[in-house]
C-alpha cells in the first residue's frame, strides 16, 4: 500500500502544472566518536516510542516481526491491541499504552526477529520526500554473539509533521 501511495504522489507531483520536482532528501547520520572515543548518538526527528509497546508479548511480536505497521489514531492503536489479543499468541490481554497523536503525530513501528546474545537496528539514513509526500527510514538489523537465543527487537517511534506522507522502515540485515 506504501508504494501505491508513494507512486500516486509521486505522479500528482510530476502532473501539476508549472510544477518542478524536488529531489528528496536523503540525511545519513551516522553516530560519530568524540573526541574522547565514546559514540554519540545522533539526534533524529523522532521520539522512541518502545515502550508504548511493551505490553505485547514475545510470541505476538516474534509473529509480527518484519511487518512495518503506521497508526495514525487512537482508534487503530485500540484496533492494534485488538488485533493481537485475538491472535490468541499472548496468555494474557495485551496491556495498553496511550500514545499521544494530537496535532497529526504518527506512530510507527515494527519488530525484527533473529538468533544471537543481543540484537538492535541502526539507522543507516532518512529519506524524505515532500512533493512525494514520503518518508523512508532506511535500518539495519543487527544480532551479535554465538548465543542460541530467539532474539526480537522493537523499532517503534513517534513522528511529527508527516502524518499525510506514506511512511516505510526499510529493514536490511
Known amino acids: 500500500m506504501v508504494s501505491v501511495w508513494a507512486m500516486t504522489g509521486c505522479l500528482l507531483a510530476g502532473c501539476a502544472p508549472g ?7 536523503t540525511l545519513s547520520p551516522p553516530p560519530s566518536p568524540s573526541p ?11 521520539t522512541d516510542e518502545a515502550a508504548v509497546m511493551n505490553g505485547i508479548c514475545f ?7 518484519g511487518r512495518v505497521f503506521v497508526l495514525r489514531g487512537a482508534g487503530e492503536q485500540i484496533r492494534f491491541y485488538e488485533q493481537a489479543d485475538a491472535s490468541g499468541l499472548c496468555r494474557q490481554p495485551v496491556t495498553r499504552v496511550p500514545f499521544d497523536f494530537s496535532g497529526g503525530r504518527v506512530l510507527a513501528g515494527l519488530w525484527s526477529a533473529g538468533t544471537g ?37 522493537p523499532f ?17 540485515e
Not at 510470541?59 to 516481526?65: I, L, P, Y
Not at 543481543?118 to 532506511?138: F, Q
Not at 517503534?156 to 536490511?172: C, E, S
Open 156 to 172: 517503534w517511534i513517534g513522528l511529527d509533521g508527516v502524518g499525510d506522507y506514506a511512511i516505510n522502515l526499510a529493514v536490511t
Open 36 to 46: 574522547g572515543g565514546e559514540t554519540l548518538t545522533p539526534a533524529y526527528p523522532w
Open 19 to 25: 510544477a518542478t520536482p524536488t529531489p528528496p532528501k
Open 117 to 153: 546474545c543481543t540484537a538492535r537496528h541502526d539507522v543507516t539514513g532518512i529519506t524524505r520526500d515532500d512533493a512525494a509526500r514520503t518518508l523512508t527510514i532506511h535500518l539495519r538489523f543487527m544480532t551479535e554473539g554465538d548465543c542460541p537465543y530467539e532474539l526480537v527487537r
Open 59 to 65: 510470541e505476538a511480536a516474534r509473529d509480527a516481526a
